[in-house]
T-cell receptor, first 114, second 111 residues
């Protein structure tokens, strides 16, 4: 069974440029998460989807970050414009949903903003 | 590979010894806890979980202990192997299906 797939694995951009990350969750997983992980820290939730509905986006900086999950499967996280402080690893995870349970993570997209 | 973190608390153990990694959680209402392992350049990988109505759970070579009185979680790894070298995170579920992660501990296994 394929795991959570993310792309690109690495992205280097200059500040003020846009960037987008893509995530394909495990087949059948209704819940999808985007986390941000700064160097030396644990992942922090940005947004959680139940199917195509964003049910928790309180930590998403909405002035520059946006996300979508069309058709309740793949998801895209966008940053426009990027700032130096956005440099981090962006992790996508999925789960079956319902009661709290195991989250399956992708390998992440590492963003460097110069 | 890329480093997960440069200034994490570090536990260094000899191969074959037992390891104990500790975590203090913040919310007394948390009802579910998970330990994740993260190797360099990879996403977190599930190790073991425990619900708040339990105080101990065992897996293969790993045991999680939960002390709700002092809001403390520990991960014990028996007969630590070089492949166990990684950063370990505890996470608590305190609001629906939202996991909040702790700061992580780097485990280094000396051959």
């Amino acid at each position: 069974e394929a795991g959570v797939v993310q792309s690109p694995r690495y992205k280097i951009i200059e500040k003020k440029q846009p960037v987008a990350f893509w995530c394909n969750p495990i087949s059948g997983h209704n819940t999808l998460y985007w986390y941000r992980q700064n160097l030396g820290q644990g992942p922090e939730l940005l947004i959680r989807y139940e199917n195509e509905e964003a049910v928790d986006d309180s930590q998403l900086p909405k002035d520059r970050f946006s996300a979508e999950r069309l058709k309740g499967v793949d998801s895209t996280l966008k940053i426009q414009p990027a700032e130096l402080g956005d440099s981090a690893v962006y992790l996508c995870a999925s789960s079956l949903g319902g009661s709290p349970g195991e989250l399956f993570f992708g390998e992440g997209s590492r963003l460097t903003v110069l | 590979g890329e480093s997960v973190g440069l200034h994490l608390p570090t536990l260094s153990v000899q191969e074959g010894d037992n390891s104990i990694i500790n975590c203090a959680y913040s919310n007394s209402a948390s009802d579910y806890f998970i330990w994740y392992k993260q190797e360099s350049g990879k996403g977190p990988q599930f190790i073991i979980d425990i619900r708040s109505n339990m105080d101990k759970r065992q897996g293969q070579r790993v045991t999680v202990l939960l002390n709700k009185t002092v809001k403390h979680l520990s991960l014990q790894i028996a007969a630590t192997q070089p492949g166990d070298s990684a950063v370990y995170f505890c996470a608590e579920n305190n609001a629906g299906n939202m996991l909040t992660f702790g700061g992580g501990t780097r485990l280094m296994v000396k051959p």
